[in-house]
């Protein structure tokens, strides 16, 4: 039997961190970088070894990977709740990092804009959440506010919150937007309801709804395009 080889036995430049020093962080592949982070592997397997066994459990998508939980990891043997969770921060942080490209404040100008401010918010949520994006007159962001939260199929929304919310952060415009965790893009209706609701309490207000997208991990159901508001 072939004696294995611990990556620090491995030629230097085939080593995840010296690689990454002399090549940048670029070089990598995704299975190095994740093996940088936990560290070391298995008595069977290096750590590389062990993270590519990992993506390709996840048909190599970091994003399906970032919707693993801890227990979900902890069943490959060399990875324990330490790595799992120095993994799951590492995809978090990555979602964080797009997220912030949003506060440049540039004007929410079609549903493909919201679709791309609220797909890294809401892609990996196992249950339904509905956030309220605020615009001021130049459909510039002002705030983005979660409105609720609830179960697998459904979040219950309050109008008059959302509302109240809008006023208190001098809204001239609005977009309703919440999640799917099934993958199902279609509206129910609930979510018909929903949508006429809130417009037709806006308009009292003098406040525009703008629209409703509904998203998922890869498509969005946008109102407005549809329209329907």
Known sequence: MTERLSINQWAE?????????MHGASSLSNAELLAILIGSGSTDESAVELMRK???????????????S??????????GPAKAITILAASELGKRRKDEKQEERKPIRS????????????????VEECWVMFLNQAAKVIDVTRISQ??????QVDVRVILREALLKRATSMILSHNH???????SADDDRLTQALFQASKVMNIRMLDHVIVTDGAYYSYADEGRI
């Open 13 to 21: 430049e085939d080593r995840p961190r010296e690689k990454m020093l």
């Open 54 to 68: 990992v993506l390709d459990k996840y048909n190599n998508s970091l994003s399906a990977l970032g919707k693993c």
């Open 70 to 79: 801890v227990s979900d990891l902890c069943k490959f043997k060399g990875i």
């Open 111 to 126: 549903s493909e804009d919201i679709y791309s401010y609220f797909h890294p918010v809401m892609c990996d949520l196992p």
């Open 150 to 155: 609830g179960g697998l199929a459904s979040t």
């Open 181 to 187: 965790p099934s993958g199902n893009v279609r509206p």
